[in-house]
């Protein structure tokens, strides 16, 4: 597509719940990247996908939370049993390769009630 | 492991210079630079990927000391549209590919 694609843009949900959120990056990019931006803060690195292996889980906060990406394509990052302070604006990121600029995604706003 | 960016905020009047910081304690393989308009996603400036590289886009440019570890992004003559967070992410050797980011620099521009 012509931009990262992120779905839902915005999901309430309520505490306990399980949530996934979808991110359909660049076509023929092969790294991609997962963000969180709480209220007025700064980017919290997640993870990131370089194909369909992520070198490097250790920024995901909890074992609540989990990512994967099949077919070098589609990414999905799953919140188990979520929190209140889970809320925050999910950003994909993808990139052509490793180093590359990359393009963020519009984000998805996810409110813990 | 985050870099530190300072100051943390800037108000500038149309016209006038800033200059926005990025230090690490690690080592540095390269340093990014993105701008984040209010309720929109970060938006690439550029990468700085050697040391003492400089670059420019449009008038706002960057420079890199691998020595010091830290890159520096300047912005001359500031217009209106320049507003908002800046960020620096940056790469370290053996990170694999991990872009970690600073906490931002606000910056408003004000007529």
């Given at each position: 597509?012509?931009?990262?694609?992120?779905?839902?843009?915005?999901k309430?949900?309520?505490?306990?719940?399980?949530?996934?959120?979808?991110?359909?990056?660049?076509?023929?990019h092969?790294?991609?990247?997962?963000?969180?931006?709480?209220?007025?803060?700064?980017?919290?690195?997640?993870?990131?996908?370089?194909?369909?292996?992520?070198?490097d889980?250790?920024?995901?906060?909890?074992?609540r939370?989990?990512?994967?990406?099949?077919?070098?394509?589609?990414?999905?990052?799953?919140?188990?049993?979520?929190?209140?302070?889970?809320?925050?604006?999910?950003?994909?990121?993808?990139?052509?390769?490793?180093?590359?600029?990359?393009?963020?995604?519009?984000?998805?706003?996810?409110?813990?009630? | 492991?985050?870099?530190?960016?300072?100051?943390?905020?800037?108000?500038?009047?149309?016209?006038?210079?800033?200059?926005?910081?990025?230090?690490?304690?690690?080592?540095?393989?390269?340093?990014?630079?993105?701008?984040?308009?209010?309720?929109?996603?970060?938006?690439?400036?550029?990468?700085?990927?050697?040391?003492?590289?400089?670059?420019?886009?449009?008038?706002?440019?960057?420079?890199?000391?691998?020595?010091?570890?830290?890159?520096?992004?300047?912005?001359?003559?500031?217009?209106?549209?320049?507003?908002?967070?800046?960020?620096?992410?940056?790469?370290?050797?053996?990170?694999?590919?991990?872009?970690?980011f600073?906490?931002?620099?606000?910056?408003?521009?004000?007529?």
């Amino acid at each position: 597509g012509a931009g990262v694609s992120q779905s839902p843009s915005n999901k309430v949900t309520e505490k306990g719940k399980d949530v996934e959120l979808r991110c359909d990056p660049i076509s023929g990019h092969t790294a991609l990247y997962w963000y969180r931006q709480s209220l007025g803060q700064g980017l919290e690195f997640l993870i990131y996908f370089q194909g369909n292996s992520a070198p490097d889980k250790s920024g995901l906060p909890s074992d609540r939370f989990s990512a994967e990406r099949t077919g070098g394509s589609v990414s999905t990052l799953t919140i188990q049993r979520t929190q209140q302070e889970d809320s925050a604006v999910y950003l994909c990121a993808s990139s052509l390769y490793l180093r590359a600029p990359i393009t963020f995604g519009s984000g998805t706003r996810l409110t813990v009630v | 492991q985050q870099p530190v960016q300072s100051p943390q905020a800037v108000i500038l009047r149309e016209g006038e210079d800033a200059v926005i910081n990025c230090s690490s304690s690690k080592a540095l393989y390269s340093v990014h630079w993105y701008r984040q308009k209010h309720g929109e996603a970060p938006v690439f400036l550029m990468i700085l990927l050697k040391g003492g590289e400089q670059k420019g886009h449009e008038k706002i440019s960057a420079s890199f000391n691998e020595k010091k570890q830290q890159s520096s992004l300047y912005l001359t003559a500031s217009q209106l549209s320049y507003s908002g967070t800046y960020f620096c992410g940056t790469e370290t050797p053996g990170s694999q590919g991990n872009l970690i980011f600073g906490k931002g620099t606000k910056l408003s521009v004000k007529p």
